[in-house]
């Protein structure tokens, strides 16, 4: 999949939220996008995704501008390049297994769906993606019923189940806690080399960037401020990005398990308050 | 063109279940005559049986006579009289009968000068539309209230303004008797009489003070677009009622009756102009 | 404490009993301006006025009458005849030559009344009242004229009421009447007789544990059939108090409520996604919509009824459109609140995967909303159940025409009575029904 | 981390078996509901004088009969609308009244049928079921009985309205107090407070915003049916509603008058009671 | 006062909450009740309150038993013995001077305090005893507009309203950061040496209870296990309280602000959850 972003903009009212926004991605990688809250990041996966019209520029996937789809190939597109959010959005009331088999929506008679009438096929696909990301067990369970990282991971076996050639996560960690962000940001990386799906996965902390991502895009104020490998993003480089002064410390931004050191300040403020 | 069912409607008055059974032979009868569905209907008021003729949802119906005149007035091709119910002594008329608590010493309209008076259901002849043009006529004033009567008001129904007097709620009012028989038995028919049986009110407590000058039964009337088979059976069945069943013709007639008699539409033109003058003056 | 603080308190104390004092103004002047009102509604409603025409003795007749029958004795004063009748029907009359134990017949006939009275039918067409705790009565007929005699010495009692050619007595447990045509005992007794069987049933009068033997294993009283299923049959059938009929009534009026709501449920659901200022393709239909919706809700079922009557007719649709009516304005009003504050991340959720907007509806909509429309629909197919009652009334059909009928004649207020538990015991029931449904549904 | 083999099939087929007994219960479910929305239609349908599809062009009639009258007639109209405003405001106080009453009656039954707040804690079953009767009964039976027993005019009305307002409110009064905190309630019983004042000042502030919500939307309701009990005979504007759509031609300038008003009023109020529910509840959350 | 406690139990079901308790109290100390989770501390102050009924035994306060007082005399004897709760009990929506004069509510003509009526006395004191504590400008704010150190105050000072003269707190710091209990505690302290009422308080910390406290009784499963003095509450005799293992570390129930250490242990547990 080769994907040529062309000077996109979005803006809400005057506000640019999105600001003439190029590059290109190539084969199967996992880009990471960084930037502070509000630097656009979400607005981009949106309208990678169609959920929100751009206002200019134009996206090309091998070759093919997916910001003039209408209607049926429009949605066919979506189904190509699956979403993961930071909220999951799943549909609480229904089950798991039906949730993922959601991500066959676009691709099955309507009649059908509406009805919920699903092939064998697809509900043992839907169970073995699920297996794969170890939550088979909760198939018939109602989705509000699981933990965040458990939901995390039934939204991304409805992506799988799309089949996608891309999927893009908006900040698919930052409702959860170290240990299931952990699990979630493993499984889209395993997902990412064992299938050769490219993932684009918005983050909003440089230590996952760094970890998990092949190539990192910095955004700040809707406008692309880095692009390079993960080595390539110094202390210098993030501070560019999120603008901070210098009492910017990367390890307030960080979950990583790991990178937890003692650290006085940090329990007198968790006390104290 | 044939008809594939046909709908009896039949007035209020008393038990809703009573009056359903008692005019259940007549639509066996029907049914047997026409050789299609016959179904009974008993809406709680007037208001429904005639909504039901103008609609043509029903297609026969005893009406009273200021209902046939409602009727008529709206749409005078809706409905044709056939028959009316004939006392025993083979008259066809009946009376309204103003009436007061005895204790309450009034006598004459004269007395409820300034009191309350109660009518029964606008609809109703008897009830509304006889006492609302005659009384004036006597009085030598209108009928609103606080112009000659304190306050007059509709009590819904013959019932209910029998109680009403009878309780005290309202200082007179008006019902419909056939005028025959004797007071304290309520005369022979008509809803004083229902309610004396009823025990409801002893005749001893009331008096009449009032009486209208002698007011047409109301007929039974057809739906004029009905073949004209099907009016002749029906007539014809109707009409020989008391002679083929006559404890049917006794419920259906709800009370002692000579049978029932041709009429046709010029006997209630009296009727009908009372009406319209009514509706004319705009009260 | 600092000193700025301390100094602080004067002034502080003054603003608290300030607001104190002004609270207290409010909190005296509400009850005031509600005593005001009522006292305005309690000449408006004419209350006094009220009191002094109310009739607490017809609160006793209808008390009494709601679990007391009255057996007439009736003598046709030309005839000589005597019957005994149950509620002075036809259909609770006793065959000839028999009647209540407490009744001898015979040339004379003889009635026994619950407070050791007497009364007493003579030959001649006279009538004698031994009344315990008063004396002897003679009443004999003149031509149309009744004469009565009176225990020497006595005035004339306040319960009796006598005129030229009537006299009636009124002695609360029993009553008596005399007319020139007829005369007439009537006696209270407490229950709903030939609430089973009526008299001409075979199983009239018979103990629990004699039914039950002969539902079980005794011969047949009818060859034609098992006797339970004639004891069903009679009881059906009965003709005092027809359950059968009072049970298709009753079901005739949930079915009103039943097709009313649900049916107004299926034309308020497309429609409220269109209303909804999420969801509405423009603004003008979504107001549109909305005024529809008030204009229905507004116009009341029993309105609705008088106009659809005419197109209709009278039965039992009629009825259940009118429910429709105005509930499609309800369900329009509160469905489409209910599609406003969904959660659009499902929805979003949905859409990512390329479904088509209908599928978004399906997935994304309909399961958040679902358990408010069901709640919504249980709760108004209850309360319709009550509305259908009267509008039943009106469009003759359904226990409510049954009821109204019975109240307006007012003669047999146990029948009211027994219309009245069945309509609450049914609301009841759906109400159990829908908690079942809702917990079942909705909780699970 | 993932199941053997085996276990998946095993997963699948019991995942399979719980989707194909859903879809059975879901279609019989649904199936069950169509025939009984189908042949419930065509039973009342048969049952009635006119067919459904016979009526649905005649629907318009009355409606139109009414309207040309008033229309010719429309010089009337400012007239007849002053002739109604007495019966109109009768009908707004049975409906406020009523409101007040049977909001008061349904605070105290709630209270006292609300676990853990009741006064007699044995008795809630009691007044629960008290209470489901109260809104069992239909109002205009309650007010049909009570004309006979004191004769027409608003009185009944307001009674019946009354009775049922009390049973519908103390449901929705109960079910909001079950939520409160009761922390302030135990902190106030350690002071000694009576059970009144604990109420009072524990519960009430608390349920205060959703208690008048539900009141107000019930004055709605009220008005509703006020204006319906005059229609069975018990005063106010329904009355006079009753009498002229009765009389029919000649007072259709009146229905028309009369039902103007009547809608008029149910929409201001309406509209009113929205945003003053709309402005309590936001305010709670505010708060 | 004179409390006698005879073989008070408390069984909820077959469980029994307080198990024949036994002790008395003399003159106007302040006594702690220490005891983990569960041991029955709060259930026997609510039956010395009288929100909850005993299941047997008696508690004489000057040779009456209380906890047979019904109604009237019932309220009266509440209104001599204040509690003071955790979560403080207040009414969040009224006024922090209107829940201060809750205080008389078990004095004051009922009709009268449903109207709010409030004599200019009362009210003067209830600042009085308000600015004691050192909240008195708060008088006129909602009392859920306020911290909850300044709360719990405002628990105290409805408590010193109805003039009592024993005050029972049961666990009054438990929801409170360090600093705002030291005052809170410090304030009952203060009513106690200064009024001389008696305080009995429930505490979950054996540093509270060593610093604050005449006299400690401890509980466990229901029963007492300790009554001594401070000095007397030795490590062991903790242990036996808490019923602990060899890991047991006191100040793991610490809430003292000096005895603050880094403690990596700790903000381990508390990021990882
Ligand atoms: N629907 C909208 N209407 C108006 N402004 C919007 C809308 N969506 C986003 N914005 C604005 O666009 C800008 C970019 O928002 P965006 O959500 O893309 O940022 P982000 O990088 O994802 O931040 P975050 O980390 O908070 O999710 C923000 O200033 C935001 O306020
Ligand atoms: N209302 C109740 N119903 C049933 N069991 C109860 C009730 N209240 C308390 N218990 C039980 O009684 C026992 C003692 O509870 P209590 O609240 O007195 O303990 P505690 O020492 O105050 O504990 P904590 O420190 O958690 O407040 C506990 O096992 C508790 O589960
Ligand atoms: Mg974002
Ligand atoms: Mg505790």
């Known amino acids: 999949m080769h994907l040529d972003v062309r000077n996109v903009s979005k803006r809400f009212g005057s506000k640019a939220a999105v600001e003439r926004m190029s590059f290109t991605l190539d084969g199967s990688g996992f880009v990471g996008i960084i930037g502070r809250s509000g630097a656009g990041k979400s607005t981009f996966l949106r309208m990678l995704n169609r959920l929100t019209d751009a206002t200019e520029g134009e996206i090309l996937a091998d070759g093919k501008d997916i910001l003039k789809l209408r209607g049926a190939e429009k949605r066919a597109w979506q189904s190509q390049c699956a979403m993961v959010f930071q909220q999951f959005n799943l549909v609480p009331r229904m089950d798991v297994a039906s949730n993922v088999l959601h991500g066959l929506l676009g691709r099955r008679p309507m009649m059908a769906t509406l009805f919920n009438l699903w092939s064998e096929d697809d509900i043992a696909r839907a169970l073995a993606i699920l297996d794969r990301l170890g939550i088979a067990e909760q198939a018939p369970k109602r989705a509000e019923a699981l933990s965040g990282g458990q939901q995390q991971r039934v939204a991304i076996a409805r992506a799988l189940m799309q089949d996608p050639e891309i999927i893009l996560a908006d900040e698919p960690i930052a409702s959860l806690d170290p240990m299931n962000a952990q699990i979630v940001m493993d499984t889209l990386k395993r997902i990412n080399v064992e299938d050769g799906r490219m993932v684009i996965a918005n983050l909003h902390t440089l230590d996952t960037a760094r970890r998990y991502c092949d190539r990192v895009i910095g955004m700040r104020d809707g406008r692309v401020v880095f692009d390079g490998t993960p080595e390539q993003l110094t202390r210098g480089a993030a501070r560019d990005i999120y603008g901070a002064d210098a009492s910017f410390s990367e390890s307030a931004t960080s979950t990583d398990l790991g990178a937890l050191q003692p650290d006085d300040q940090y329990a007198a403020a968790l006390l104290g308050d | 063109e044939g008809i594939t069912q046909f709908n009896i409607g039949i007035l209020g008055g008393e038990n809703a279940q009573d009056r359903l059974n008692s005019n259940e032979c007549l639509r066996k009868y029907t049914e047997e005559a026409l050789g299609v569905p016959v179904k009974l209907f008993a809406p709680a008021d007037y208001d429904g049986v005639i909504q039901g003729l103008l609609g043509g949802t029903i297609d026969m119906a005893w009406l009273g006579a200021s209902g046939y005149a409602k009727v008529y007035l709206t749409d005078a091709d809706a409905v044709e009289p056939v028959l009316v119910k004939a006392n025993l002594d083979g008259s066809y008329t009946y009376h309204s009968i103003g009436f007061a608590r005895q204790d309450s010493g009034i006598t004459k309209l004269a007395d409820i000068k300034g009191k309350s008076f109660g009518f029964g259901d606008p609809n109703s002849t008897s009830g509304y539309l006889i006492p609302s043009v005659e009384i004036p006529q006597a009085t030598g004033h209108s009928m609103e209230s606080g112009e000659y009567f304190g306050e007059v008001k509709f009590t819904g129904g013959h019932e209910q303004t029998i109680v009403a007097v009878n309780n005290g709620d309202i200082d007179a009012g008006v019902t419909w008797a056939d005028g025959q028989g004797n007071w304290e038995d309520g005369y022979n028919s008509g809803a004083l009489r229902k309610a004396v049986d009823a025990g409801l009110v002893d005749m001893n407590d009331l008096v009449e003070i009032w009486r209208s000058k002698p007011i047409p039964e109301g007929p039974i009337v057809l739906r004029k677009v009905l073949p004209e088979d099907v009016r002749a059976k029906m007539t014809a069945l109707v009409g020989g009622l008391k002679e083929k069943d006559a404890d049917c013709a006794y419920g259906v007639a709800a009370g002692e009756t000579a049978g029932f008699v041709p009429i046709t539409h010029d006997y209630y033109e009296t009727i009908i102009e009372v009406r319209r003058q009514k509706i004319a003056s705009g009260s | ?444 | 981390m993932t199941l053997a083999n085996a276990a998946l099939a095993n997963e699948t087929a019991s995942y399979l078996a719980h989707v194909r007994r859903k879809r059975l219960y879901g279609g019989a479910l649904l199936a069950l509901f169509a025939l009984l929305m189908l042949s419930g239609f065509k039973l009342a349908n048969d049952r009635n004088a006119g067919g459904f599809w016979d009526g649905l062009h005649r629907i318009f009639d009355f409606p139109a009969e009414i309207f040309s009258e008033a229309f010719v007639n429309w010089r009337n109209l400012p007239g007849l609308f002053v002739k109604f405003v007495p019966s109109l405001i009768e009908t707004l106080n049975i409906a406020a009244v009523s409101t007040l009453f049977g909001a008061l009656a349904a605070a105290a039954l709630a209270l006292l049928s609300t676990r853990g707040l009741s006064l007699w804690p044995r008795l809630t079953p009691l007044f629960r079921r008290m209470m489901d009767v109260m809104r069992a009964i239909p109002e205009i039976v309650i007010a049909l009985v009570l004309i006979f027993l004191l004769g027409g005019g608003p009185v009944p009305a307001m009674i019946a309205i009354a009775f049922h307002t009390t049973g519908a409110l103390g449901k929705l009064f109960s079910e909001a107090a079950e939520n409160a905190d009761t922390k302030p309630v135990e902190g106030l019983a350690s002071v000694g407070a009576g059970w009144a004042q604990r109420m009072w000042f524990g519960i009430l502030p608390q349920v205060a915003p959703n208690w008048s919500s539900y009141a107000l939307l019930r004055f709605e309701i009220n008005i509703r049916a006020s204006a319906i009990l005059g229609f069975v005979g018990s005063g106010g504007i329904g009355y006079d509603l009753k009498t002229a759509l009765q009389w029919g031609q000649g007072k259709y300038d009146a229905v028309v008058a009369i039902f103007a008003l009547l809608f008029l009023t149910i929409m201001i109020v309406d509209h009113i009671s929205d945003r003053a529910r709309a402005r309590l509840v936001k305010g709670e959350r505010a708060a």
């Not at chain 3, 305005?40 to 029958?69: C, H, K, Q, T």
């Not at chain 3, 031994?130 to 319960?159: F, Q």
């Open chain 3, 1 to 444: 404490m600092t000193a700025a603080a301390i100094s602080a308190v004067p002034d502080l104390h003054q603003m608290v009993s300030r607001k104190f004092r002004h609270r207290k103004w409010r909190a005296m002047a509400v009850p005031a301006l509600i005593a005001a009102y009522l006292a305005y509604v309690f000449f408006a409603f004419d209350l006094p006025g009220l009191m002094s025409r109310a009739r607490p003795e017809n609160a006793a007749i209808l008390l009494g009458d709601f679990w007391s029958y009255k057996t007439h004795v009736t003598r046709d004063n030309r005839s000589g005849e005597v019957v005994s009748a149950i509620e002075g029907e036809r259909k609770g009359e006793y065959p000839p030559g028999q009647a209540p134990d407490w009744v001898s017949l015979g040339e004379v006939t003889r009635i026994a009344l619950p407070d050791g009275s007497e009364v007493l039918f003579l030959e001649d067409g006279s009538a004698r009242l031994d009344i315990a705790g008063y004396g002897v009565m003679a009443l004999a007929l003149a031509g149309r004229t009744i004469e009565l005699n009176l225990p020497p010495g006595t005035d004339k009692p306040e319960w009796l009421s006598q005129s030229k050619n009537r006299v009636s007595i009124n002695r609360g447990g029993w009553r008596f009447a005399m007319t020139p045509s007829k005369t007439e005992v009537f006696r209270y007794q407490i229950g709903w007789e030939l609430f089973f069987f009526t008299l001409d049933s075979p199983f009239h009068g018979r103990s629990l544990p004699e039914l039950a033997a002969l539902a079980l294993w005794q011969p047949r009283l009818d060859p034609a059939l098992p006797n339970a299923a004639a004891m069903a049959r009679d009881f059906w059938t009965n003709a005092m108090w027809r359950h059968g009929e009072v049970a298709w009534a009753m079901f005739e009026t949930v079915l009103m409520a039943f097709l009313g709501t649900m049916g107004a449920g299926l034309i308020a659901l497309p429609l409220a996604f269109f209303a909804a200022s999420n969801f509405a393709p423009a603004r003008a239909l979504r107001f549109a919509l909305r005024r529809l919706f008030d204009f229905l809700r507004g116009v009341d079922g029993l309105i609705w009824t008088v106009i659809l009557s005419r197109a209709f007719g009278p039965g039992p649709m009629t009825g259940a459109l009118a429910i429709l009516l105005t509930d499609t304005g309800t369900f329009g009003k509160t469905f489409s609140e209910a599609l406003e504050n969904i959660d659009a991340k499902q929805v979003e959720g949905v859409q990512s995967t390329g479904a088509h907007a209908v599928q978004q509806m399906r997935f994304g909509v309909i399961p958040q909303v679902a358990p408010v429309i069901l709640s919504q629909l249980l709760y108004y197919l209850e309360s319709n159940t009550r509305s259908a009652t009267v509008i039943g009334a009106l469009v003759g059909g359904g226990i409510g025409l049954l009821l109204t009928q019975a109240i307006i004649t007012q003669k047999d207020w146990e029948e009211v009575c027994y219309y009245m538990v069945l309509v609450v015991l049914t609301v009841m029931a759906m109400d159990s029904l829908s908690g079942w449904i809702r917990r079942r549904f909705i909780k699970g």
